[in-house]
C-alpha cells in the first residue's frame, strides 16, 4: 500500500516555464517532508525539505507547498532549466524512521 | 556532499553466484539503510540498520542479507543471485531527519 502518492508520473516544461509536482499523504502522523532529485546514474539527492508547522519553504528556485489540512505538498520549480532534467521524488518520515517514498515524476525541460 | 561510497558501481554475474554489495559512510551514521530500485522508479526499503549490531528487514522482501559490524559499513550479501535480483541498489545513511544516499549499484545478474 503507497503511502505517498506522486503526480504526475512525467512531465515536460518549456526552459523558463514553471514545474510542479504534486504529493499526497495519508498518515498524519508523517512530521517530515523531503523532495530528492535524482540525475540518471546517480543516488538521490535531498533538494528541499519542510515540517509540517510551515506553509511554505523556498529555497533559491524551489518552493514546497504544504497543505496539511489536505495532506498534500507540492514541489515548485520556478524559471526551469534544462539542467534541472530529471527524476523527482517526494517522500515523508515519522522522525528519523521508515522514509516511504513517491513513485517518482520524470521531468523534462526542452530548451 | 555525502561521504557515502558503494562498490561496485556496476557488476554482472552469473545465475547462482553468490555476491556482497559493498557500502561505506565516513559520517559516523549511526542509521543506515538499502534500498532497491528498478531504473527511474520508487524506492523500495529492502534493510535498516540503527547501529552496530542492529538489522532490520524492511517492506520489500528480498532474499538478502546485511550485517553492521562497524558504524561506517553495510554490506549486503545474496547468496545465490537470481535474474529477478536485477535491479539498482542505492545505500543511505542518516542523521537526524535527512538521508544521504549513495551512487547506488547497477546489478544485472545473468
Known amino acids: 500500500q503507497q503511502q505517498v502518492k506522486q503526480s504526475p508520473q512525467s512531465l515536460i516544461v518549456q526552459k523558463g516555464g514553471i514545474s510542479i509536482i504534486n504529493c499526497a499523504y495519508e498518515n498524519t502522523a508523517f512530521d517530515y517532508f523531503p523532495w530528492y532529485q535524482q540525475f540518471p546514474g546517480k543516488g538521490p539527492a535531498l533538494l528541499i525539505a519542510?515540517?509540517?508547522?510551515?506553509s511554505e519553504k523556498k529555497e533559491g528556485r524551489f518552493t514546497i507547498s504544504f497543505n496539511k489540512s489536505a495532506k498534500q505538498f507540492s514541489l515548485h520549480i520556478m524559471d526551469s532549466q534544462p539542467g534541472d532534467s530529471a527524476t523527482y521524488f517526494c517522500?515523508?518520515?515519522?522522525?528519523?524512521?521508515?522514509?516511504?517514498f513517491g513513485a517518482g515524476t520524470r521531468l523534462t525541460v526542452k530548451p | 556532499e555525502a561521504d557515502i561510497y558503494q562498490t561496485p558501481r556496476y557488476l554482472v554475474i552469473g545465475t547462482g553466484k553468490k555476491i556482497t554489495l559493498e557500502c561505506s559512510q565516513t559520517m559516523g551514521h549511526d542509521k543506515m539503510y538499502w534500498y532497491q530500485q528498478d531504473p527511474g522508479m520508487e524506492l523500495h526499503l529492502i534493510h535498516y540498520?540503527?547501529?552496530?549490531?542492529?538489522?532490520e528487514k524492511g517492506d520489500l522482501s528480498s532474499e538478502s542479507t546485511v550485517s553492521r559490524i562497524r558504524t561506517e559499513h553495510f554490506p549486503l550479501t545474496l547468496e545465490s543471485a537470481r535474474p529477478s535480483h536485477t535491479s539498482q541498489y542505492l545505500c543511505?545513511?542518516?542523521?537526524?531527519?535527512?538521508?544521504?544516499f549513495g551512487p547506488g549499484t547497477r546489478l544485472t545478474v545473468t
Open positions: 517522500a515523508a518520515s515519522i522522525w528519523t524512521n521508515d522514509m516511504r
Open positions: 540498520s540503527y547501529g552496530v549490531n542492529s538489522t
Open positions: 519542510i515540517r509540517p508547522d510551515v
Open positions: 543511505a545513511s542518516s542523521w537526524g531527519y535527512e538521508q544521504y
